[in-house]
Protein backbone atom coordinates (compact mmCIF):
# COMPACT_ATOMS: atom_id res chain seq x y z
CA UNK A 1 0.00 0.00 0.00
CA UNK A 2 1.21 3.34 -0.78
CA UNK A 3 0.09 6.36 1.28
CA UNK A 4 -0.17 10.28 -0.47
CA UNK A 5 0.01 12.59 1.89
CA UNK A 6 -2.26 15.49 0.47
CA UNK A 7 -1.08 19.17 0.73
CA UNK A 8 -3.73 20.45 -1.32
CA UNK A 9 -3.06 20.11 -4.45
CA UNK A 10 -5.50 20.04 -7.21
CA UNK A 11 -3.47 16.56 -9.01
CA UNK A 12 -3.15 14.68 -5.28
CA UNK A 13 -5.95 12.15 -5.49
CA UNK A 14 -5.35 12.13 -8.97
CA UNK A 15 -1.57 10.53 -7.55
CA UNK A 16 -3.37 8.04 -5.52
CA UNK A 17 -5.89 6.91 -8.45
CA UNK A 18 -2.86 6.56 -10.97
CA UNK A 19 -1.26 4.33 -8.31
CA UNK A 20 -4.37 2.24 -8.18
CA UNK A 21 -4.32 2.13 -11.82
CA UNK A 22 -0.75 0.29 -11.65
CA UNK A 23 -2.68 -1.90 -9.30
CA UNK A 24 -1.06 -1.26 -6.56
CA UNK A 25 -3.82 -0.33 -3.52
CA UNK A 26 -3.30 3.56 -2.62
CA UNK A 27 -4.76 6.10 -0.26
CA UNK A 28 -4.27 10.04 0.20
CA UNK A 29 -4.21 10.87 3.48
CA UNK A 30 -4.09 14.92 5.11
CA UNK A 31 -0.44 16.08 5.00
CA UNK A 32 -0.51 16.37 9.23
CA UNK A 33 -1.19 13.11 10.11
CA UNK A 34 1.04 12.16 12.89
CA UNK A 35 4.47 10.21 11.99
CA UNK A 36 3.49 7.43 14.26
CA UNK A 37 0.31 7.01 12.19
CA UNK A 38 1.70 6.46 8.97
CA UNK A 39 4.27 4.11 10.48
CA UNK A 40 1.82 1.96 12.33
CA UNK A 41 -0.20 1.63 8.71
CA UNK A 42 3.20 -0.18 7.31
CA UNK A 43 2.97 1.39 3.87
CA UNK A 44 5.58 0.05 1.44
CA UNK A 45 6.12 3.93 -0.08
CA UNK A 46 5.18 7.44 0.56
CA UNK A 47 4.68 10.18 -2.07
CA UNK A 48 4.08 14.02 -1.32
CA UNK A 49 1.57 15.66 -3.29
CA UNK A 50 1.91 18.82 -4.89
CA UNK A 51 -0.02 22.21 -3.31
CA UNK A 52 -0.93 25.64 -3.43
CA UNK A 53 1.15 27.36 -0.93
CA UNK A 54 5.00 28.33 -0.56
CA UNK A 55 7.11 26.28 1.24
CA UNK A 56 8.02 29.53 2.21
CA UNK A 57 5.01 31.36 3.57
CA UNK A 58 4.58 30.95 7.31
CA UNK A 59 1.04 28.84 7.02
CA UNK A 60 2.54 26.22 4.51
CA UNK A 61 1.98 22.81 5.11
CA UNK A 62 4.85 21.02 6.70
CA UNK A 63 6.02 17.63 7.60
CA UNK A 64 7.50 16.47 10.93
CA UNK A 65 11.26 15.29 9.36
CA UNK A 66 10.96 12.11 11.35
CA UNK A 67 9.04 11.00 8.22
CA UNK A 68 12.14 10.65 6.11
CA UNK A 69 13.05 8.09 8.62
CA UNK A 70 10.56 5.82 8.74
CA UNK A 71 13.32 3.45 6.06
CA UNK A 72 10.58 3.87 3.16
CA UNK A 73 10.87 4.95 0.23
CA UNK A 74 9.55 8.83 -0.12
CA UNK A 75 8.75 10.29 -3.75
CA UNK A 76 8.10 14.26 -3.61
CA UNK A 77 5.81 15.99 -6.38
CA UNK A 78 5.87 19.67 -6.74
CA UNK A 79 5.68 21.24 -3.49
CA UNK A 80 6.45 18.17 -1.93
CA UNK A 81 9.84 17.78 -3.80
CA UNK A 82 10.43 21.46 -2.43
CA UNK A 83 9.50 20.25 1.28
CA UNK A 84 11.78 17.14 0.62
CA UNK A 85 14.60 19.74 -0.27
CA UNK A 86 14.21 22.17 2.36
CA UNK A 87 13.47 19.94 5.50
CA UNK A 88 16.63 17.68 4.07
CA UNK A 89 18.98 20.83 4.10
CA UNK A 90 18.32 22.05 0.24
CA UNK A 91 17.05 25.42 -1.06
CA UNK A 92 13.67 26.89 -2.61
CA UNK A 93 13.27 30.05 -4.45
CA UNK A 94 11.01 31.49 -6.81
CA UNK A 95 11.10 30.96 -10.15
CA UNK A 96 11.98 34.36 -12.82
CA UNK A 97 9.31 32.56 -15.09
CA UNK A 98 6.74 30.77 -13.59
CA UNK A 99 5.78 27.51 -15.50
CA UNK A 100 2.15 26.13 -16.51
CA UNK A 101 1.37 23.53 -19.06
CA UNK A 102 3.47 21.32 -20.95
CA UNK A 103 7.44 21.47 -20.19
CA UNK A 104 10.45 20.14 -22.25
CA UNK A 105 12.48 18.16 -19.73
CA UNK A 106 16.14 17.13 -19.99
CA UNK A 107 16.88 13.22 -18.38
CA UNK A 108 20.19 13.38 -17.06
CA UNK A 109 20.22 9.89 -15.53
CA UNK A 110 18.11 7.05 -16.25
CA UNK A 111 19.64 5.08 -13.06
CA UNK A 112 16.42 5.61 -11.07
CA UNK A 113 12.62 7.49 -11.92
CA UNK A 114 13.73 7.32 -15.44
CA UNK A 115 14.69 4.00 -16.40
CA UNK A 116 13.64 3.03 -19.60
CA UNK A 117 12.45 6.87 -20.73
CA UNK A 118 14.00 8.69 -23.13
CA UNK A 119 16.65 11.89 -22.82
CA UNK A 120 13.99 14.18 -23.88
CA UNK A 121 10.18 13.96 -22.77
CA UNK A 122 7.24 16.85 -22.51
CA UNK A 123 5.91 17.17 -18.94
CA UNK A 124 3.25 18.78 -17.14
CA UNK A 125 4.75 21.66 -14.98
CA UNK A 126 2.30 24.25 -12.74
CA UNK A 127 4.76 25.73 -10.14
CA UNK A 128 5.55 29.37 -9.29
CA UNK A 129 8.90 27.81 -6.96
CA UNK A 130 11.61 25.43 -7.42
CA UNK A 131 14.69 23.61 -5.71
CA UNK A 132 17.72 25.94 -5.79
CA UNK A 133 20.18 23.55 -4.59
CA UNK A 134 20.11 20.03 -3.82
CA UNK A 135 20.43 18.84 0.14
CA UNK A 136 23.21 16.52 0.85
CA UNK A 137 23.92 13.01 -0.87
CA UNK A 138 21.16 14.08 -3.84
CA UNK A 139 22.29 14.02 -7.56
CA UNK A 140 20.19 16.28 -10.33
CA UNK A 141 18.25 13.55 -12.31
CA UNK A 142 16.36 16.10 -14.85
CA UNK A 143 16.12 20.01 -16.06
CA UNK A 144 14.24 21.98 -17.87
CA UNK A 145 15.66 25.00 -20.26
CA UNK A 146 14.75 27.35 -17.42
CA UNK A 147 14.74 25.40 -14.39
CA UNK A 148 18.16 23.60 -13.83
CA UNK A 149 16.76 21.12 -11.15
CA UNK A 150 13.31 19.90 -12.16
CA UNK A 151 13.80 16.18 -10.56
CA UNK A 152 16.55 14.86 -7.95
CA UNK A 153 16.86 11.45 -6.34
CA UNK A 154 18.91 10.11 -3.24
CA UNK A 155 18.42 5.96 -4.43
CA UNK A 156 20.33 4.53 -1.46
CA UNK A 157 18.03 6.60 1.04
CA UNK A 158 15.14 6.08 -1.52
CA UNK A 159 14.37 9.86 -1.44
CA UNK A 160 12.77 10.73 -5.19
CA UNK A 161 11.60 14.53 -6.42
CA UNK A 162 10.31 15.53 -9.10
CA UNK A 163 9.14 19.35 -9.72
CA UNK A 164 6.63 18.35 -12.77
CA UNK A 165 3.37 16.03 -12.76
CA UNK A 166 3.75 12.53 -13.18
CA UNK A 167 0.32 11.62 -12.12
CA UNK A 168 -1.50 13.73 -15.08
CA UNK A 169 -2.05 12.09 -18.29
CA UNK A 170 -0.18 14.69 -20.36
CA UNK A 171 3.24 13.84 -18.83
CA UNK A 172 4.36 11.40 -21.46
CA UNK A 173 6.54 8.93 -19.43
CA UNK A 174 4.21 9.57 -16.16
CA UNK A 175 3.13 6.26 -15.25
CA UNK A 176 6.35 4.69 -16.33
CA UNK A 177 7.95 7.23 -13.61
CA UNK A 178 5.52 6.46 -11.05
CA UNK A 179 5.67 2.26 -11.80
CA UNK A 180 9.85 2.62 -11.50
CA UNK A 181 8.86 4.23 -7.89
CA UNK A 182 6.12 1.84 -7.32
CA UNK A 183 7.82 -1.45 -8.35
CA UNK A 184 11.59 -0.84 -8.15
CA UNK A 185 12.08 1.60 -5.49
CA UNK A 186 9.13 0.32 -3.01
CA UNK A 187 9.30 -2.90 -4.80
CA UNK A 188 5.62 -3.19 -4.33
CA UNK A 189 3.52 -5.85 -6.40
CA UNK A 190 0.72 -4.95 -8.62
CA UNK A 191 -2.26 -6.89 -6.91
CA UNK A 192 -5.43 -4.22 -6.64
CA UNK A 193 -8.13 -5.00 -9.37
CA UNK A 194 -11.71 -3.46 -10.45
CA UNK A 195 -13.37 -6.48 -9.14
CA UNK A 196 -11.95 -6.18 -5.38
CA UNK A 197 -13.27 -2.07 -6.56
CA UNK A 198 -16.82 -3.63 -6.47
CA UNK A 199 -16.71 -5.89 -3.81
CA UNK A 200 -15.54 -3.59 -1.33
CA UNK A 201 -17.79 -0.68 -2.49
CA UNK A 202 -20.69 -2.92 -2.11
CA UNK A 203 -19.50 -3.97 1.21
CA UNK A 204 -19.88 -0.38 2.75
CA UNK A 205 -23.05 0.44 1.13
CA UNK A 206 -24.63 -2.65 3.21
CA UNK A 207 -22.56 -1.43 6.23
CA UNK A 208 -23.80 2.25 5.21
CA UNK A 209 -27.23 1.69 4.33
CA UNK A 210 -27.97 -1.92 6.54
CA UNK A 211 -31.85 -2.37 5.70
CA UNK A 212 -33.32 0.97 4.91
CA UNK A 213 -34.42 2.06 1.60
CA UNK A 214 -32.57 4.77 -0.82
CA UNK A 215 -33.34 6.85 -3.68
CA UNK A 216 -30.78 7.66 -6.55
CA UNK A 217 -30.49 10.67 -8.22
CA UNK A 218 -29.74 9.35 -12.46
CA UNK A 219 -29.21 11.89 -14.89
CA UNK A 220 -28.37 9.30 -17.77
CA UNK A 221 -24.40 9.25 -17.39
CA UNK A 222 -21.93 6.62 -16.51
CA UNK A 223 -21.25 7.82 -13.16
CA UNK A 224 -24.67 8.12 -11.38
CA UNK A 225 -26.24 4.81 -13.75
CA UNK A 226 -22.53 2.73 -11.90
CA UNK A 227 -23.52 4.21 -8.27
CA UNK A 228 -27.09 2.98 -9.10
CA UNK A 229 -26.18 -0.96 -10.16
CA UNK A 230 -23.38 -0.80 -7.09
CA UNK A 231 -26.36 0.06 -4.51
CA UNK A 232 -28.71 -2.49 -6.44
CA UNK A 233 -26.11 -4.72 -5.87
CA UNK A 234 -25.77 -4.22 -2.27
CA UNK A 235 -29.06 -3.22 -1.03
CA UNK A 236 -31.52 -4.56 -4.01
CA UNK A 237 -35.24 -3.79 -3.92
CA UNK A 238 -34.90 -1.21 -1.12
CA UNK A 239 -33.24 1.57 -4.45
CA UNK A 240 -35.22 3.35 -6.36
CA UNK A 241 -33.80 6.01 -8.47
CA UNK A 242 -35.25 9.14 -10.15
CA UNK A 243 -34.24 11.15 -12.80
CA UNK A 244 -35.04 15.12 -12.72
CA UNK A 245 -35.85 16.63 -16.21
CA UNK A 246 -34.56 20.48 -14.65
CA UNK A 247 -34.69 22.36 -18.45
CA UNK A 248 -31.40 22.43 -18.72
CA UNK A 249 -31.10 19.40 -20.72
CA UNK A 250 -29.98 19.06 -24.34
CA UNK A 251 -32.01 18.28 -27.67
CA UNK A 252 -34.26 15.05 -26.59
CA UNK A 253 -32.20 14.35 -23.86
CA UNK A 254 -34.92 13.64 -21.22
CA UNK A 255 -36.33 11.11 -23.62
CA UNK A 256 -33.18 8.98 -24.51
CA UNK A 257 -32.12 8.89 -21.02
CA UNK A 258 -35.60 7.58 -19.70
CA UNK A 259 -35.79 5.06 -22.65
CA UNK A 260 -31.93 4.05 -21.94
CA UNK A 261 -32.48 3.33 -18.58
CA UNK A 262 -35.86 1.23 -19.34
CA UNK A 263 -33.88 -1.04 -21.61
CA UNK A 264 -30.78 -1.89 -19.61
CA UNK A 265 -31.99 -1.99 -15.61
CA UNK A 266 -35.29 -3.60 -13.97
CA UNK A 267 -34.42 -0.94 -11.12
CA UNK A 268 -37.81 1.22 -11.13
CA UNK A 269 -37.46 4.93 -11.94
CA UNK A 270 -39.35 7.58 -11.31
CA UNK A 271 -39.39 10.87 -13.91
CA UNK A 272 -39.78 14.33 -12.43
CA UNK A 273 -40.01 16.98 -15.20
CA UNK A 274 -39.71 20.42 -12.62
CA UNK A 275 -38.60 22.80 -15.83
CA UNK A 276 -40.16 25.31 -14.63
CA UNK A 277 -38.91 25.07 -10.88
CA UNK A 278 -35.36 25.04 -12.00
CA UNK A 279 -35.89 27.73 -14.49
CA UNK A 280 -38.03 30.53 -11.84
CA UNK A 281 -35.07 29.93 -9.42
CA UNK A 282 -32.72 30.82 -12.10
CA UNK A 283 -33.64 33.99 -13.25
CA UNK A 284 -32.08 37.05 -13.47
CA UNK A 285 -28.98 35.42 -12.05
CA UNK A 286 -25.70 35.55 -14.06
CA UNK A 287 -22.76 35.04 -11.60
CA UNK A 288 -21.89 31.06 -12.10
CA UNK A 289 -21.72 30.23 -8.19
CA UNK A 290 -24.58 31.49 -7.55
CA UNK A 291 -26.46 29.48 -10.32
CA UNK A 292 -24.76 26.48 -9.05
CA UNK A 293 -25.72 26.46 -5.70
CA UNK A 294 -29.23 27.47 -7.01
CA UNK A 295 -29.03 24.43 -8.70
CA UNK A 296 -27.77 21.88 -6.36
CA UNK A 297 -30.04 23.12 -3.48
CA UNK A 298 -33.13 22.83 -6.15
CA UNK A 299 -32.03 18.95 -6.77
CA UNK A 300 -31.62 18.33 -3.43
CA UNK A 301 -35.22 19.97 -2.68
CA UNK A 302 -36.64 17.51 -5.70
CA UNK A 303 -35.20 14.74 -4.12
CA UNK A 304 -36.35 15.02 -0.72
CA UNK A 305 -39.90 15.50 -2.41
CA UNK A 306 -39.54 12.48 -3.98
CA UNK A 307 -38.01 10.03 -0.96
CA UNK A 308 -40.95 11.48 0.96
CA UNK A 309 -43.26 9.03 -1.05
CA UNK A 310 -40.92 6.39 -0.54
CA UNK A 311 -41.44 4.32 2.85
CA UNK A 312 -38.30 4.80 5.15
CA UNK A 313 -36.50 6.42 2.33
CA UNK A 314 -33.20 7.86 4.33
CA UNK A 315 -30.56 7.95 1.94
CA UNK A 316 -29.86 9.73 -1.31
CA UNK A 317 -27.45 8.15 -3.54
CA UNK A 318 -24.91 10.54 -6.05
CA UNK A 319 -22.79 9.33 -8.88
CA UNK A 320 -20.02 12.37 -7.37
CA UNK A 321 -16.51 11.57 -8.30
CA UNK A 322 -13.06 12.42 -6.75
CA UNK A 323 -12.97 15.15 -9.42
CA UNK A 324 -16.18 16.82 -8.33
CA UNK A 325 -15.09 16.92 -4.65
CA UNK A 326 -11.71 18.12 -5.09
CA UNK A 327 -12.99 21.32 -7.29
CA UNK A 328 -15.59 22.08 -4.77
CA UNK A 329 -12.50 22.55 -2.58
CA UNK A 330 -11.73 20.50 0.65
CA UNK A 331 -9.52 21.64 3.82
CA UNK A 332 -6.32 21.49 1.73
CA UNK A 333 -7.61 22.64 -1.42
CA UNK A 334 -8.58 25.47 -3.41
CA UNK A 335 -12.31 26.09 -4.45
CA UNK A 336 -12.63 25.94 -8.30
CA UNK A 337 -15.91 25.51 -8.75
CA UNK A 338 -18.73 24.29 -6.94
CA UNK A 339 -20.23 21.02 -8.37
CA UNK A 340 -23.99 20.60 -8.00
CA UNK A 341 -23.39 17.51 -5.88
CA UNK A 342 -21.05 18.69 -4.02
CA UNK A 343 -20.37 22.42 -2.92
CA UNK A 344 -23.35 23.50 -4.44
CA UNK A 345 -25.44 21.26 -1.63
CA UNK A 346 -27.68 23.39 0.92
CA UNK A 347 -26.65 23.16 4.68
CA UNK A 348 -29.53 21.28 5.82
CA UNK A 349 -30.75 17.83 4.16
CA UNK A 350 -32.94 15.36 5.41
CA UNK A 351 -31.09 12.64 3.42
CA UNK A 352 -27.81 11.11 4.21
CA UNK A 353 -25.40 10.58 0.72
CA UNK A 354 -24.35 7.23 -0.53
CA UNK A 355 -21.37 8.22 -2.83
CA UNK A 356 -19.69 4.78 -3.71
CA UNK A 357 -17.75 6.34 -6.42
CA UNK A 358 -16.41 9.28 -4.39
CA UNK A 359 -12.67 8.44 -4.00
CA UNK A 360 -12.53 7.48 -7.94
CA UNK A 361 -12.33 9.28 -11.33
CA UNK A 362 -13.81 9.04 -14.18
CA UNK A 363 -11.76 6.40 -16.34
CA UNK A 364 -11.96 3.94 -13.11
CA UNK A 365 -15.55 4.46 -12.69
CA UNK A 366 -15.86 3.16 -16.96
CA UNK A 367 -13.64 -0.01 -15.45
CA UNK A 368 -15.95 -0.47 -12.90
CA UNK A 369 -19.20 0.11 -15.07
CA UNK A 370 -17.59 -2.52 -17.69
CA UNK A 371 -16.89 -4.84 -15.22
CA UNK A 372 -20.42 -4.44 -14.33
CA UNK A 373 -21.64 -5.41 -18.05
CA UNK A 374 -22.70 -2.24 -18.76
CA UNK A 375 -23.83 -1.35 -22.01
CA UNK A 376 -20.34 0.47 -24.15
CA UNK A 377 -22.94 3.28 -24.94
CA UNK A 378 -23.44 4.45 -21.58
CA UNK A 379 -20.05 3.17 -20.29
CA UNK A 380 -18.48 5.92 -22.92
CA UNK A 381 -21.03 8.70 -23.33
CA UNK A 382 -19.34 12.31 -22.57
CA UNK A 383 -19.62 13.53 -19.46
CA UNK A 384 -22.10 16.18 -18.88
CA UNK A 385 -22.66 18.19 -15.88
CA UNK A 386 -25.32 17.96 -13.01
CA UNK A 387 -25.96 21.93 -14.01
CA UNK A 388 -26.36 21.16 -17.14
CA UNK A 389 -26.79 24.17 -19.92
CA UNK A 390 -27.10 26.45 -17.52
CA UNK A 391 -23.19 26.66 -17.23
CA UNK A 392 -23.03 26.68 -20.93
CA UNK A 393 -25.34 29.86 -21.34
CA UNK A 394 -23.05 32.38 -20.06
CA UNK A 395 -24.59 35.32 -18.00
CA UNK A 396 -28.26 35.19 -17.41
CA UNK A 397 -30.52 31.33 -18.32
CA UNK A 398 -33.70 32.15 -19.96
CA UNK A 399 -35.78 29.98 -22.29
CA UNK A 400 -35.02 31.74 -25.28
CA UNK A 401 -31.34 31.67 -24.96
CA UNK A 402 -30.86 27.87 -23.92
CA UNK A 403 -32.96 27.02 -27.10
CA UNK A 404 -30.40 28.70 -28.72
CA UNK A 405 -27.95 26.46 -27.25
CA UNK A 406 -29.81 23.06 -27.85
CA UNK A 407 -29.85 23.74 -31.42
CA UNK A 408 -26.29 24.54 -31.65
CA UNK A 409 -25.38 22.14 -29.64
CA UNK A 410 -27.17 19.39 -31.73
CA UNK A 411 -25.17 20.91 -34.88
CA UNK A 412 -21.97 20.37 -33.12
CA UNK A 413 -23.17 16.53 -31.68
CA UNK A 414 -24.34 15.31 -34.60
CA UNK A 415 -21.01 16.63 -36.97
CA UNK A 416 -18.77 14.90 -34.17
CA UNK A 417 -20.58 11.56 -34.03
CA UNK A 418 -20.75 11.73 -38.44
CA UNK A 419 -17.17 12.13 -38.26
CA UNK A 420 -16.29 8.90 -35.96
CA UNK A 421 -15.07 11.44 -33.03
CA UNK A 422 -17.60 10.95 -30.30
CA UNK A 423 -15.70 8.63 -28.45
CA UNK A 424 -11.90 10.10 -29.02
CA UNK A 425 -13.05 13.66 -27.81
CA UNK A 426 -13.12 13.77 -23.83
CA UNK A 427 -16.38 15.96 -24.16
CA UNK A 428 -17.33 18.25 -27.32
CA UNK A 429 -20.20 20.89 -26.20
CA UNK A 430 -21.02 24.82 -27.36
CA UNK A 431 -21.33 27.72 -25.10
CA UNK A 432 -23.65 30.63 -25.80
CA UNK A 433 -21.45 33.87 -24.31
CA UNK A 434 -23.33 36.58 -23.18
CA UNK A 435 -22.00 39.25 -25.52
CA UNK A 436 -23.13 40.12 -29.42
CA UNK A 437 -21.05 40.97 -32.50
CA UNK A 438 -21.45 42.68 -35.93
CA UNK A 439 -22.07 40.68 -39.00
CA UNK A 440 -23.83 40.61 -41.86
CA UNK A 441 -26.18 38.19 -43.85
CA UNK A 442 -28.50 38.24 -46.92
CA UNK A 443 -26.78 42.02 -47.39
CA UNK A 444 -27.65 43.05 -44.47
CA UNK A 445 -26.26 44.09 -40.74
CA UNK A 446 -26.64 41.56 -37.88
CA UNK A 447 -26.03 41.86 -34.23
CA UNK A 448 -25.90 38.51 -32.41
CA UNK A 449 -25.05 35.94 -30.15
CA UNK A 450 -21.67 33.88 -31.19
CA UNK A 451 -21.32 30.25 -29.85
CA UNK A 452 -18.17 28.89 -29.19
CA UNK A 453 -17.05 25.76 -29.72
CA UNK A 454 -15.35 23.42 -27.09
CA UNK A 455 -13.65 19.86 -27.46
CA UNK A 456 -11.10 18.47 -24.91
CA UNK A 457 -9.17 15.52 -24.93
CA UNK A 458 -8.79 13.74 -21.32
CA UNK A 459 -8.97 11.07 -19.13
CA UNK A 460 -10.18 12.20 -15.97
CA UNK A 461 -10.85 15.96 -16.32
CA UNK A 462 -8.13 17.02 -13.91
CA UNK A 463 -6.52 17.94 -17.06
CA UNK A 464 -7.15 18.96 -20.19
CA UNK A 465 -5.89 19.47 -23.54
CA UNK A 466 -7.84 20.92 -26.56
CA UNK A 467 -8.75 18.90 -29.27
CA UNK A 468 -7.55 19.65 -32.45
CA UNK A 469 -10.76 19.43 -34.44
CA UNK A 470 -9.99 18.89 -38.58
CA UNK A 471 -10.81 22.04 -40.51
CA UNK A 472 -13.55 20.33 -42.99
CA UNK A 473 -15.68 19.59 -39.82
CA UNK A 474 -15.47 22.87 -38.32
CA UNK A 475 -16.12 24.67 -41.29
CA UNK A 476 -19.50 22.10 -41.54
CA UNK A 477 -20.23 22.97 -38.09
CA UNK A 478 -19.82 26.56 -38.43
CA UNK A 479 -22.01 27.13 -41.54
CA UNK A 480 -24.60 24.97 -40.14
CA UNK A 481 -24.76 26.96 -36.89
CA UNK A 482 -25.07 30.44 -38.68
CA UNK A 483 -27.54 28.80 -41.23
CA UNK A 484 -29.38 26.60 -39.02
CA UNK A 485 -29.73 28.49 -35.57
CA UNK A 486 -31.46 31.68 -35.67
CA UNK A 487 -29.77 34.35 -33.20
CA UNK A 488 -26.12 33.31 -34.15
CA UNK A 489 -23.66 34.86 -36.32
CA UNK A 490 -20.36 33.60 -35.66
CA UNK A 491 -18.60 30.77 -34.49
CA UNK A 492 -15.59 31.04 -32.45
CA UNK A 493 -13.31 27.65 -31.32
CA UNK A 494 -11.98 27.82 -27.60
CA UNK A 495 -8.05 26.99 -27.82
CA UNK A 496 -7.41 26.96 -24.39
CA UNK A 497 -6.24 23.83 -21.95
CA UNK A 498 -7.10 22.96 -18.77
CA UNK A 499 -4.77 24.19 -16.82
CA UNK A 500 -5.13 27.24 -17.58
CA UNK A 501 -8.83 27.16 -18.31
CA UNK A 502 -11.22 24.83 -17.04
CA UNK A 503 -13.14 22.38 -19.20
CA UNK A 504 -16.67 24.13 -18.47
CA UNK A 505 -16.77 28.20 -19.60
CA UNK A 506 -18.72 28.89 -15.75
P1 LIG B 1 -14.23 21.75 -15.25
O1 LIG B 1 -15.11 22.69 -15.98
O2 LIG B 1 -14.06 22.13 -13.83
O3 LIG B 1 -15.02 20.38 -15.23
O4 LIG B 1 -12.92 21.52 -15.93
C1 LIG B 1 -14.48 19.12 -14.97
C2 LIG B 1 -15.51 18.08 -15.35
O5 LIG B 1 -16.62 18.14 -14.46
C3 LIG B 1 -17.82 18.44 -15.15
N1 LIG B 1 -18.56 19.36 -14.28
C4 LIG B 1 -19.56 18.99 -13.45
N2 LIG B 1 -20.14 17.80 -13.29
N3 LIG B 1 -21.58 18.74 -11.68
C5 LIG B 1 -21.16 17.69 -12.41
O6 LIG B 1 -21.74 16.60 -12.29
C6 LIG B 1 -21.04 19.98 -11.78
O7 LIG B 1 -21.46 20.92 -11.10
C7 LIG B 1 -19.97 20.10 -12.73
N4 LIG B 1 -19.18 21.14 -13.12
C8 LIG B 1 -18.33 20.67 -14.07
C9 LIG B 1 -17.39 19.05 -16.47
O8 LIG B 1 -18.36 18.88 -17.47
C10 LIG B 1 -16.10 18.29 -16.74
O9 LIG B 1 -16.34 17.02 -17.29
Redesign the pocket.
Known amino acids: MILVLDFGGQYAQLIARRVREARVYSELIPYDTPVEEIRARNPEGIILSGGPCSVYEDDAPRVEPELFDLGVPILGICYGMQLMALVLGGEVGAVQIREYGRSDIVVKSHDGLFAGTPDRQKAWTSHGDAVFAVPEGFEVTAETPSVPIIAFEEREKGRYGVQFHPEVRHTDYGLEILKNFLFEACECRPEWTPVNIINDAVEKIREQVGGARAICGL?G?V?SATAAMLVHRAIGDNLTCVFVDHGLLRHNEAEQVVEAFAQNSDVPLIHVNSSGRFLDKLAGVTDPEAK?KI??EEFIRTFEEEAGNIDDAKFLVQ???Y??VI?SGTRDAAR???????G?LPEVMDLDLVEPLRNLF?DEVRVVAAELGMPEQLVWRQ?????GLA?RVIGEVTAERLEILRRADAVLQDEIRSAGLYREL??SFAVLPAIHSVGVMGDARTYAYPIVIRAVT?DD?MT?DWARLPYDLLERVSNRIINEVPGVNRVALDITS?PP?????E
Open positions: SGDRIGGTLSDEIKSHHNVGKPFPGPIWQSAAKGTIEW
